[in-house]
């Protein structure tokens, strides 16, 4: 399995804070897995993915194996 | 030379932290504190933060390591909430200890400007019982700007 | 909106004001608080502080008052030792309190600047047991500067 | 009588820290009233002199009536 964690206000959109999927996870395969305002959202340049605490540079590029877990990361709030 | 960050997700007293933290550097020149409180009078009856534990930590050691560097520090303590609070409820506190004055207040200013726009929480308050998310304001990377 | 200066010549425990102070100001955004200490570690066995009550004092409610004026503050406190002190004694206590935290830092950096280099106290130290009078530092202007 | 108050070295080199002297006062009657070191510090642009807690913008126009304190200024220590 995956874990998915929405962070802010993705967690709204989500209906849920964390959410198990099944392993391997691409890029693809989580734009599948979300509804059109999350799938859009998600795909958005402001929104980050981490792939086990780390950042991905690019997050097109994410792989995604059984026992990881997908940060995903909307804009921090301001000051 | 020691650092300390904490997230914690309930309500702390800022005299608590600080008291000790002074006394843990003899010889210090001087200690500068921020505490940043949820605001009272504009109609927020609440906040949440949010935060993402294995990247609000690792953010929260590195800004603190960079701020010992940059600054000559003594000893730098953070300890930032995490849950629901209300207006009068300590959110933040920063303190630097130094030889010297001006890196220990520069060093709190500098800490607060990046924990503000730069670390990993999500907060939301609650405003006539709904909730709305805080976006990022254009100021915070003025605030960055600063430092650079 | 409140100003306290205060003159004393007995140590003094920063929490015991800055608690207090904190607590005065409700709806507050953030507390910048500094503390100054006689530093050890430099051969400084003790410090003097000789003030001028009829100058030192209105000098120093005069600073805090274009401190709140031109940072917009919600309260200010200066609390300032006089007499002899040793290492690790809090000599200088400034604690700014605003609705925004950049107006609190700011206001404890100009009010430190000011009362370093414009205040009337003389300071001499004892070294070795010999007492030697402070002078002025060349930096205490460009610290002033700062803020024209 | 006139108070003088030393503050700073000038106090050591007064010897004393507050002194009363015959009203009234003025300039030359203080660097009168001062032994030579002394004097040449009084003397000096950097000391000022402050009456009745006022600082005098011209010390030269010094003129303490009776009752009237003088407090001899040297430079403030610095940060």
Redo the contacts between chains.
Sequence with gaps: MVRL?F???L??LAGRVEHEVAAPLDWHGLLALCDGPLAEEIANDRVKL?L??E?LADKTALAAPAGA?I?L??????? | MAITVELRATPFY??AY??PF?DAH????????????V???DDVEALEL?H?E??TR?GMEQLATSAVERFGLMGLLMVHRTGIMH??EPIVLVSACA?H?RG??DA??FC??H??????????EKRKGRWH?????A??HE?IARWQ
Excluded: H, N, Q
Excluded at chain 2, 115 to 124: G, H, P
Excluded at chain 2, 133 to 137: A, K, S, T, Y
């Design positions: 964690v962070l802010g206000r967690a709204g981490a086990d605490g950042l877990e940060a990361l909307p804009p921090v709030s301001g000051g | 800022p005299g600080v008291g002074s003899p010889g210090l020149g001087g200690v500068c504190t921020f505490v940043g409180e605001r009272g009078g949010t993402y294995p990247m690792p207006p009068g030889m004055r220990a207040i709190v200013d607060m400007d924990l503000k726009a730069k670390s990993w929480f999500w907060k939301r998310w805080i976006e990022p304001r100021a915070d605030d």
